[in-house]
């Protein structure tokens, strides 16, 4: 039996895998590059749009405990991912063009999948994963709608710039990971005072895009918000945000600085790098001077402007189950950020989920739904609760697994507590699974 996925991102490009090395045919359909998204720059499978992080790859970080569930299930874009990485410290940062490529070729040279560019305006009547993403088309969002019986929600997303190393000054940056944790891999741009002050100056004075009619009202997502809008929280807000300084020293001075600038490495050619939290929706003039009002960048070229856009998911809560299989459905699933799951590793975890349930249901095999103290079983079932009043996007996090009991005088050890529950996680999700005849 054939199944259709709606959607070649990371969601859809995982389910994909997942299905097809179980034996199952699958129509993968993705609009692009027939239809644009206004953030995607390519036509490749599984494109990064945002950051080129993954996030940290610490198991005692929930991200990284995720991406240590994702290897024991199986995931294929994780691997991936691992043969693509650029230097990011404790993090796992990828070369996006190189990553995307992989996907793109694995996918078209799988016997098992047949790779549609087209746009899918009704949702199929036969077996069907719905990972179209926060960027879903116009017409296909009509069709979820009168599928789900309810509208949309809301929030924006914004992309942080990339410029060319070569243009930055190394006099003034120098290299550095944080508390020189692992390589020297991030270029630092340090700011005294004064500096940060007239930075600052620039940046709430600067000229943003405007929004549309439609656009006016949704919410901004916590983790992802405009370096605008941090700012206008107050003075020092971004020197305790993407720019602190803490553990941040340049060795060829000693000293201490009042506000550092972070560019994480973009490509494999080490070429291109992108600004860590910069993300704006400021006018590309604006950013211009934004950006060469920073010590080491006065000359930057910039090749990509950061944009914001408005991204998009359904009611998870009254739709889906924690297997993401839909409610009124069963040979329905969704997939991706188009659930109320935010990041990358999010997106495909909840790709390969959905992957292997769909061909558990197919094969007539009691789906998976993962345990609460794993953190895909967390954020699942966080994503599903019924009991939810204003459902927003979430990523994976501490908070919304099971907490762990410390002595008192441990209570405040965050590195002590992650280690307690990833290693109940670890063990937890291996028992579930031997428990399983197949994955």
Same mark, same amino acid.
């Given at each position: 039996?054939?199944?259709?996925?709606?959607?070649?991102?990371?969601?859809?490009?995982?389910?994909?895998?997942?299905l097809?090395?179980?034996?199952?045919?699958?129509n993968?359909?993705?609009?692009?590059?027939?239809?644009?998204?206004?953030?995607?720059?390519?036509?490749?499978?599984?494109?990064?749009?945002?950051?080129?992080?993954?996030g $940290?790859?610490d198991?005692t970080?929930?991200?990284?405990?995720?991406?240590?569930?994702?290897?024991?299930?199986?995931?294929?874009?994780i691997?991936i991912?691992?043969?693509?990485?650029?230097?990011?410290?404790?993090?796992?940062?990828i070369?996006?063009?190189?990553? $995307?490529?992989?996907?793109?070729?694995?996918?078209?040279?799988?016997?098992?999948?047949?790779?549609?560019?087209?746009?899918?305006?009704?949702?199929p %009547?036969?077996?069907?994963?719905?990972?179209?993403g926060?960027?879903?088309?116009s017409?296909?969002?009509?069709?979820?709608?009168?599928f789900t019986?309810?509208?949309?929600?809301?929030?924006?997303?914004?992309?942080?710039?990339?410029?060319e190393?070569?243009s930055? %000054?190394?006099?003034?940056?120098?290299?550095?990971?944080?508390?020189?944790?692992?390589?020297?891999?991030?270029?630092?741009?340090?700011?005294?005072?004064?500096?940060?002050?007239?930075?600052y100056n620039?940046?709430?004075?600067?000229?943003?895009?405007?929004?549309?009619?439609?656009?006016?009202g949704?919410?901004?997502?916590?983790?992802?918000?405009?370096?605008?809008?941090?700012?206008?929280?107050?003075?020092?807000?971004?020197?305790?945000g993407?720019?602190?300084?803490v553990?941040?020293?340049?060795?060829?001075?000693?000293?201490?600085?009042?506000?550092?600038?972070?560019?994480?490495?973009?490509?494999?050619?080490?070429?291109l790098f992108?600004?860590?939290?910069?993300?704006?929706?400021l006018?590309?003039?604006?950013?211009?001077?934004?950006?060469?009002?920073?010590?080491?960048?006065?000359?930057?070229?910039?090749?990509?402007?950061?944009?914001?856009?408005?991204?998009?998911?359904?009611?998870s809560?009254?739709l889906?189950?924690?297997?993401?299989?839909?409610?009124?459905?069963?040979?329905?699933?969704?997939?991706?950020?188009?659930?109320g799951?935010?990041?990358?590793?999010?997106?495909?975890?909840?790709?390969?989920?959905?992957?292997i349930?769909?061909?558990k249901?197919?094969?007539?095999e009691?789906?998976? %739904?993962?345990?609460?103290?794993?953190?895909?079983?967390?954020?699942?079932h966080?994503?599903?609760?019924?009991?939810?009043d204003?459902?927003?996007?979430?990523?994976?996090?501490?908070g919304?697994?099971?907490?762990?009991?410390?002595p008192?005088?441990?209570?405040?050890n965050?590195?002590?507590?992650?280690?307690?529950?990833?290693n109940?996680?670890?063990?937890?999700?291996?028992?579930y699974? %031997?428990?399983?005849?197949t994955?």
């Amino acid at each position: 039996m054939e199944v259709n996925i709606i959607g070649a991102g990371l969601a859809g490009s995982e389910a994909a895998l997942q299905l097809a090395k179980r034996g199952f045919k699958v129509n993968l359909y993705e609009m692009r590059p027939n239809v644009e998204t206004g953030a995607h720059t390519t036509k490749d499978c599984a494109e990064f749009v945002c950051s080129n992080s993954l996030g $940290s790859y610490d198991i005692t970080n929930g991200s990284g405990l995720l991406k240590h569930e994702m290897e024991i299930l199986g995931g294929e874009l994780i691997e991936i991912a691992k043969n693509c990485t650029v230097p990011a410290g404790n993090a796992l940062a990828i070369d996006r063009h190189l990553f $995307s490529q992989t996907v793109t070729e694995k996918i078209e040279q799988n016997p098992n999948i047949n790779l549609i560019r087209e746009e899918v305006t009704k949702i199929p %009547d036969t077996p069907t994963i719905i990972a179209s993403g926060p960027l879903t088309s116009s017409k296909f969002t009509d069709a979820i709608k009168e599928f789900t019986k309810s509208e949309y929600l809301h929030f924006f997303d914004a992309i942080a710039p990339i410029v060319e190393k070569d243009s930055i %000054d190394f006099d003034k940056a120098f290299w550095a990971s944080r508390y020189d944790k692992g390589e020297a891999s991030y270029i630092n741009c340090p700011m005294n005072q004064e500096q940060y002050e007239k930075f600052y100056n620039i940046l709430i004075n600067a000229p943003r895009i405007e929004q549309h009619d439609f656009e006016k009202g949704a919410k901004f997502f916590e983790s992802c918000l405009p370096i605008e809008v941090l700012a206008s929280r107050g003075v020092d807000t971004l020197r305790f945000g993407p720019m602190k300084p803490v553990g941040l020293i340049d060795k060829r001075t000693g000293e201490k600085n009042y506000a550092v600038v972070q560019l994480r490495q973009d490509n494999s050619a080490k070429t291109l790098f992108n600004l860590v939290g910069f993300q704006t929706n400021l006018k590309w003039g604006a950013q211009k001077e934004l950006l060469q009002s920073i010590p080491g960048l006065e000359n930057v070229n910039i090749v990509r402007y950061g944009v914001m856009h408005r991204n998009t998911f359904i009611n998870s809560p009254t739709l889906l189950h924690p297997t993401l299989q839909t409610r009124e459905r069963k040979d329905m699933f969704f997939a991706g950020q188009i659930t109320g799951t935010e990041g990358y590793t999010e997106s495909i975890a909840s790709g390969l989920l959905a992957g292997i349930n769909m061909a558990k249901l197919l094969s007539d095999e009691p789906l998976l %739904d993962l345990p609460p103290d794993t953190m895909l079983g967390a954020l699942t079932h966080y994503i599903t609760n019924p009991e939810h009043d204003n459902f927003q996007p979430i990523n994976s996090n501490w908070g919304i697994v099971p907490p762990v009991e410390l002595p008192k005088k441990e209570r405040k050890n965050k590195k002590l507590k992650g280690e307690l529950m990833a290693n109940r996680a670890i063990e937890s999700l291996k028992s579930y699974l %031997d428990g399983k005849n197949t994955l």
